[in-house]
């Protein structure tokens, strides 16, 4: 407090002896260029060596690129979550860095709740920013999203007139009601990731387990919104296919109906007792939960020889001591894909691999909707020790990569593909039907009775063609891009965020069912083909680290960072939930270069008013809103349990950030944005 109390005092005789614009500018000189940044999350570091090249040469010839000041905005999630958030971040880093960009041209704000994204909206307007990166489903919804927001006259004209493009991952935007050539998104197909991983997990269990009984699978999701069911639509596609062509091999579920209510907030003891029971009934040897934080609550619920499926992104690097029992991770290539569009901006010459053919400014906007074969999604490697389980889990996820070429060789739309897989068809809008079609398929894999009336709805898994929406993208055929979400009758795939959606009770007795099918099969093994996947997912690796923070709050911080220094920022808001990302509760070894610091000033702003404080708290269970401006370390709180945070999952990880840290006593605090190489000592991961 000492050490305090003087920096106080030296701060206040340089406002009695220098103007006091010397004094705002002595507090915000330090704009850098990026460190090289160390990519935990995201995977792309063979990515970033492939485009080093052309993104350096480019930066050195203005005829070569086009000028980016690039800011990046979660929807109430934070960009050290140890998943979505932060797969998204790392990619703008590694551009900035390569670009020679300092981090006052690559910045990020951490939003604490739905309801703030229009302040954060006006904010980024007042900025000098031409390129806006909305994370997470929450910008796509119908209110108090971005469309709702740029409907306003004046926000309308001044963000046209400043000619900024928006940047949307994992919703689609209505072309409709924005000017041509403002926006291109990016969603994509998990359900195709999903189906690898169910035809592996069948086979995993086939080639070890001789018991039938033994041989076993669970799913269940927070929602039953298409974000949700995509992944399970996969998973059960992939698993009714091996049972379909392995009859002496077979595999069940350990229920006999889905629960696709158990929502996102980890505080609501009904829904935990729920999830540990899906976890405990009939011992499933293989679970995949789809919904954000409760991925913890399966990892400590778990028996010895039970495993887990992640979701969006590898999240055995998140849970690093639970590493070993990830059989694979569905991932949502987020930082990959965001990569190559903001690449593709900047450089006037595109890559081979664009995803914005298509894309005019000012003139075509764009909906991507991407799978496999974009490289959008893929499946993690196995995570388990060395040995023979090890073995038999490389082979199944190999030999399920190979059938998914296979079956899916010459196709391109998403609806031809999961006509080709067999995979249940998600959609938005009617979702009992949703329920009902999953169900159906929960009924053929266990082995039930089917109804004619069953039969005669759901044999078909997809559409007719002439029921598909004709506006088909180069990157696969979203049949709601150009068209209101809320109304959508389509009957096509409209993947969305794993984030939360709002609950639908009507599934309610849809999921009343929980029991086991009866289960039988002959015991013989096969072998699998061990072909290597072209698609691997590079890996990144962090040393973990572990740090002390209390878990006593649970909201988010909105925190701004300007320049290097850190930021370590405090709360502003209440009770937010998570949504998009599945839980996570790792640690992250971060590089970059940190302030030295012993004392940094700190304000939190909470709607238009500005309060400080010199003494930060760490009894959080929220992501903080921050943001940061600069290469180094931003502390904002961490979010260290499944308390509700908004965009991401929990995450219960401690962050190591390695380089020249910031010794603190005292450090400076606003609630709003920020930019930086380093990434948060703790994370609340997303799904």
Request: glycine share 8%.
């Amino acid at each position: 407090m000492k050490k305090i109390l003087l920096n106080k005092k030296v701060l206040f005789t340089l406002g009695a002896i220098l103007p006091l614009s010397m004094v705002g500018i002595a507090s915000s000189c330090g704009v850098k260029n990026f460190s090289e940044p160390k990519n935990t999350v995201s995977n792309i570091e063979t990515l970033v060596k492939d485009n080093k090249t052309s993104i350096e040469t480019a930066s050195k010839d203005d005829a070569k690129h086009n000028k980016l000041k690039i800011q990046l905005l979660t929807a109430a999630g934070a960009v050290n979550d140890q998943s979505f958030n932060q797969s998204i971040w790392e990619a703008l880093q590694s551009f900035g860095y390569l670009a020679g960009l300092t981090t006052s041209e690559v910045k990020y704000t951490n939003s604490p709740s739905q309801d703030r994204l229009h302040d954060f909206y006006d904010r980024m307007l007042k900025s000098d920013s031409n390129v806006w990166v909305l994370s997470g489903f929450n910008h796509g919804l119908p209110e108090n999203s971005f469309v709702d927001w740029y409907a306003k006259p004046e926000n309308k004209g001044k963000f046209d007139a400043k000619n900024i493009t928006v940047v949307g991952i994992d919703f689609n935007l209505d072309e409709s009601k924005i000017a041509p050539g403002k926006f291109i998104t990016i969603k994509y197909r998990t359900n195709e990731a999903g189906w690898i991983a169910g035809y592996a997990a069948s086979k995993f269990l086939a080639d070890i387990e001789t018991e039938v009984s033994k041989r076993t699978l669970a799913t269940f999701g927070g929602g039953n919104e298409a974000g949700v069911t995509d992944f399970i639509a996969g998973f059960l596609g992939g698993i009714n296919y091996w049972n379909t062509n392995n009859s002496d091999k077979k595999v069940k579920l350990s229920h006999n109906a889905l629960t696709l209510d158990t929502g996102f907030d980890t505080g609501k003891s009904e829904k935990t007792n729920a999830v540990k029971s899906i976890v405990t009934t009939n011992n499933p040897r293989i679970i995949l939960p789809v919904a954000g934080p409760f991925t913890a609550t399966v990892l400590e619920s778990m028996g010895e020889s039970q495993y887990v499926i992640g979701v969006d992104t590898d999240q055995s690097k998140a849970f690093k001591d639970k590493s070993a029992k990830f059989f694979t991770s569905i991932e949502k290539r987020l930082g990959d894909t965001l990569f190559r569009v903001i690449r593709d901006l900047y450089l006037k010459d595109k890559a081979s691999d664009t995803l914005i053919t298509g894309f005019e400014k000012g003139v075509k906007s764009l909906n991507i909707f991407s799978g496999r074969s974009d490289k959008a999604v893929s499946v993690s490697e196995n995570s388990f020790g060395e040995g023979d389980n090890k073995t038999k889990a490389d082979a199944a996820l190999a030999e399920a990569k190979d059938k998914f070429t296979t079956l899916t060789n010459g196709k391109t739309t998403a609806k031809d593909i999961a006509d080709a897989l067999g995979t249940p068809y998600m959609h938005e809008g009617s979702t009992n039907d949703q329920v009902s079609h999953l169900n159906y398929f929960v009924k053929k894999i266990n082995g039930l009775d089917i109804t004619e009336e069953e039969k005669t709805k759901w044999e078909k898994t997809t559409p007719d063609k002439k029921e598909e929406n004709k506006d088909e993208k180069l990157h696969g055929d979203d049949p709601n891009a150009g068209s209101d979400s809320n109304n959508d009758t389509s009957t096509e795939v409209k993947p969305q965020d794993t984030e939360k959606p709002k609950e639908d009770k009507s599934n309610k007795d849809a999921n009343a069912e929980n029991s086991t099918g009866d289960v039988g099969s002959d015991t013989k093994t096969q072998k699998g083909d061990t072909t290597e996947d072209n698609n691997k997912s590079e890996s990144g690796s962090s040393d973990k680290t572990s740090s002390d923070t209390t878990k006593d709050m649970a909201q988010p911080d909105t925190t701004e960072q300007t320049g290097n220094d850190k930021v370590n920022t405090t709360p502003n808001t209440e009770g937010t939930e998570s949504r998009e990302s599945g839980s996570s509760s790792g640690n992250s070894d971060n590089t970059g270069d940190k302030a030295n610091t012993s004392e940094e000033t700190q304000t939190t702003e909470t709607g238009s008013s500005d309060k400080t404080s010199s003494d930060t708290t760490k009894d959080m269970a929220q992501p903080d809103t921050t943001e940061q401006t600069g290469n180094d370390k931003v502390n904002t709180t961490p979010n260290t349990e499944g308390t509700e945070s908004t965009e991401s999952g929990s995450s219960g990880g401690n962050s190591d950030n390695t380089g020249d840290k910031a010794n603190t006593s005292e450090e400076t605090q606003t609630t709003e944005t920020g930019s930086g190489n380093d990434t948060t000592e703790q994370a609340t991961p997303q799904t």
